[in-house]
């Protein structure tokens, strides 16, 4: 049963990584990416939190990862800018504040 999940996860993770490539990795709308990004980080999280729960750790185990689930939610999402000039994404290592310039072309976020 629990290879069976993990066969589920895995190929729902793949769907998600190919997704995300698709939706911000790929093209320059940059509004599109920043009203898409919350709503895929959020139901990324959902789907791990969901995980999480279906596997049944020790119950402090379980609720300390949920928890920590909401504020690694908001700082990737508040991490992640997107680059009017080229489009691509732009993330700051270990979520300090927010990038003032791309990573790419260098022009103000």
Known sequence: ??????????????GLTVGSVMLFQRGSDVKRKRKLWPIYTIFTNTVIGGFIIYMQPPIVLM???LVLLIPVTFLTIRSTKFCEAC???????FF??????????QKPL
Do not use: E, N, Y
């Open 1 to 14: 049963m629990q290879q069976d999940l993990a066969i589920v996860f895995v190929v729902i993770w793949l």
């Open 63 to 65: 609720f300390s990862l």
């Open 87 to 93: 489009g691509q994404v732009t993330r700051t290592p």
């Open 96 to 105: 300090l504040k927010p990038a003032t310039k791309c990573s790419h072309c």
